[in-house]
């Protein structure tokens, strides 16, 4: 009796001020990596095992309260199956409408239209790292030869872009040798940038950026004044042209925008494998996910004119990637590091 009276005391007491609510479940995102065009390492898989960048996913998730699902299968795209997800993140390349070079089942059209309307609504969060900016470039198909000077791609469609693109809010043009370079933090209240300093600076493939949207919150700023010879040893490496995309006034790197009523976030950081190891890399990547997944809300109010106003001056033509000798480009990738 004296039991069922502590019993009933405890219900009227939760009753009275509330039961204890259980704990919020993860947010679930998935991250997509197929790869129509050029395969980065970081999103390669070897076999069966999951791939760098996975691996780090899904040891990083769980202290963010994050369920990744992974995949590399466009034809699970349906409005059915992204409402399984708070987010989408992007490390992908190429027209994923066709299988292209990984050979991973492809979107379908259909499948592009309900990601595009799912973040415009609101309804899903989105975030692009590195080459989601080398994605269904407009005009581009499979047949395009990209090996060769891109002169079609240096140029602001704008409307005309492809919705990806708009949406996204930038396409790459080229990029250089990798180096170490410096970008200005533009917003360090933006999540995941406060601690940061007033610059980083990374080992990293810098993108060349065009087809930025007029309101876009950029937060990074590649300082390309501070462009470098990566290295200057006193030998002739790298070739000349090693810094021709750079030859354009500072441009945004990492930004966040308003899609409709959705949110946006792009950092074309991410190639190495090292900086996935890095906090700061962790810091800006975790920092865009809360946003999108609407944990926090932050100040987006465009600055794209602002804190980059020459961006839109386009450097001169180069090779697809300027100072590098065609016989090296596609070298196998450099093993994976061990996990420190």
């Known amino acids: 009796m004296k039991t069922l009276r502590s019993f009933l005391c405890l219900a009227l007491t939760a009753a009275s001020f509330g039961a204890v609510p259980a704990a919020a479940a993860p947010k679930r995102v998935l991250y997509f990596t197929k790869s129509s065009n050029f395969e980065h390492s970081v999103v390669k898989r070897r076999g069966q095992q999951p791939s760098f960048s996975e691996q780090v996913l899904a040891e990083f998730g769980p202290r963010h309260d994050i369920a990744f699902t992974f995949s590399k299968d466009g034809s699970l795209f349906s409005p059915e199956y992204l409402a399984q997800f708070d987010a989408v993140m992007f490390y992908t390349s190429g027209d994923l409408l066709s299988a292209g070079k990984d050979g991973n089942p492809p979107l379908t059209p259909a499948g592009k239209a309900a990601l595009l309307e799912a973040v415009a609504s609101g309804r899903l969060g989105f975030v692009g790292i590195h080459s989601a900016a080398?994605?269904?470039?407009?005009?581009?198909?499979?047949?395009?030869?990209?090996?060769?000077?891109?002169?079609?791609?240096?140029?602001?469609?704008?409307?005309?872009?492809?919705?990806?693109?708009?949406?996204?809010?930038?396409?790459?043009?080229?990029?250089?040798?990798?180096?170490?370079?410096?970008?200005?933090?533009?917003?360090?209240?933006?999540?995941?940038?406060?601690?940061?300093?007033?610059?980083?600076?990374?080992?990293?493939?810098?993108?060349?950026?065009?087809?930025?949207?007029?309101?876009?919150?950029?937060?990074l700023r590649l300082e390309t004044a501070a462009m470098r010879d990566p290295n200057a040893n006193g030998t002739d490496w790298p070739p000349a042209g090693w810094d021709t995309p750079y030859q354009r006034p500072p441009f945004?790197?990492?930004?966040?925008?308003?899609?409709?009523?959705?949110?946006?976030?792009?950092?074309?950081?991410?190639?190495?494998?090292?900086?996935?190891?890095?906090?700061?890399f962790e810091k800006i990547l975790f920092g865009g996910l809360d946003w999108v997944l609407r944990r926090v809300d932050a100040d987006v109010t465009p600055n794209f004119a602002t804190a980059t106003p020459g961006a839109r001056e386009l450097p001169p033509v180069s090779g697809p990637v300027a100072g590098l000798p065609k016989a090296l480009r596609n070298l196998p990738p450099p093993p994976i590091p061990p996990r420190p």
């Open 134 to 219: 080398d994605t269904f470039h407009t005009g581009e198909t499979p047949a395009t030869n990209t090996d060769q000077p891109r002169t079609w791609r240096y140029r602001t469609l704008g409307e005309h872009a492809d919705p990806y693109l708009r949406m996204l809010g930038g396409e790459l043009i080229v990029h250089g040798t990798q180096q170490i370079a410096r970008a200005t933090v533009i917003d360090p209240t933006f999540p995941g940038f406060a601690g940061l300093g007033p610059h980083i600076e990374l080992m990293e493939e810098w993108y060349s950026l065009t087809e930025f949207s007029d309101n876009m919150r950029v937060l």
């Open 252 to 280: 945004p790197n990492t930004w966040a925008r308003r899609h409709g009523r959705g949110r946006v976030f792009y950092t074309a950081l991410g190639h190495r494998e090292d900086a996935w190891l890095s906090e700061t």
